[in-house]
């Protein structure tokens, strides 16, 4: 049973960056397709990117030209980079793992 973890958030000024981590645990990483996802106060949990086993990702049109998703497979980790954060990219992330594993998210802040 794959396990996720997620580290990284925290509070940030808009315009600054934050990067978060998504630890997996057993072997089939790099056979995972991964993904960001996001949920803020009062909305449905939406898709901000996704990567892909071939390493082909996609991000959600939100987000484009501003965060990048990675994987470390020798590491069991993905990432996101977060860059040019505004206030509306406030939620909660969370890791997902082939659609049906999630982790339990982390908080991701951007106020001044």
């Known amino acids: 049973q794959v396990q996720l973890v997620e580290s990284g958030g925290g509070l940030v000024q808009p315009g600054g960056s934050l990067r978060l981590s998504c630890a997996a645990s057993?072997?089939?990483?790099?056979?995972?397709?991964m993904g960001w996802y996001r949920q803020a106060p009062g909305k449905q949990r939406e898709l901000v990117a996704r990567i892909f086993s071939s390493g082909f990702t996609e991000y959600a049109d939100s987000v484009k030209g501003r965060f990048t998703i990675s994987r470390d497979n020798a590491k069991n980790t993905m990432y996101l980079q977060m860059n040019s954060l505004k206030p509306e990219d406030t939620a909660v992330y969370y890791c997902n793992a082939n659609l049906i594993i999630w982790g339990q998210g982390t908080q991701v802040t951007v106020s001044s």
């Open positions: 057993g072997s089939i990483f790099s056979s995972l397709a």
